[in-house]
């Protein structure tokens, strides 16, 4: 079933959800009906502003993103939903470290919650590198439908899979 590949992780009972939506072939209305509504982020720059708005809402103390933009990526849930990296350079003998969002292409055309939802997870990586309770804690106080949204892209990436899309 590639369509599960995707919900590597989740429960069983999910999975079967996951199936049963994918096999009746409600997985676009689905969809559609839960987020009419794509976003307007349509360049770089709306996207660091996007991202810094929130940043400055929810993480003040959090330091300045460097850089915020669209970039080609194969694999969106391998890479950990949207990249995040913490470049080091060596800037004069000073270490500096880079906090860098980049957000796949794909999302380029994605309902709103979805792609507020990677920025968010990006942003919590500024003060939990790792994947744990409190990165999650950080995340649904961002976003508190947080991991709902995060279970629909995933059902979003399986649409594109099919060659399909919302807008
Ligand atoms: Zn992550």
Redesign the pocket.
């Known amino acids: 079933m590639t369509s599960l590949k995707y919900f590597q992780g989740y429960p069983e009972s999910i999975k079967d959800q996951v199936h049963n939506l994918v096999e009746s072939g409600r997985l676009k209305t689905y969809l559609e009906k839960k987020y009419p509504n794509p976003h307007q982020i349509n360049n770089d720059k709306q996207l660091y502003q996007y991202a810094n708005d929130l940043r400055l809402q929810f993480l003040r103390n959090t330091p300045q993103i460097s850089k915020v933009r669209y970039e080609k990526q194969k694999d969106l849930v391998k890479n ?3 990249t ?1 990296t913490f470049v080091s350079r060596n800037h004069g003998g000073k270490l500096k470290s880079k906090h860098e969002i980049r957000i796949a292409m794909s999302l380029k055309n994605a309902p709103e919650e979805m792609l507020k939802m990677l920025v968010v ?2 942003l919590a ?1 500024f003060k939990e590198k790792d ?1 744990n309770k409190a990165f999650y804690k950080l995340c649904e106080y961002m976003q508190p439908d947080y991991h709902q949204v995060e279970l629909d892209l995933r059902l979003f990436l399986v649409l594109l899979d099919q060659g399909e899309g919302l807008f």
């Open positions: 950990a939903l949207g995040h997870h990006e990586h994947h």
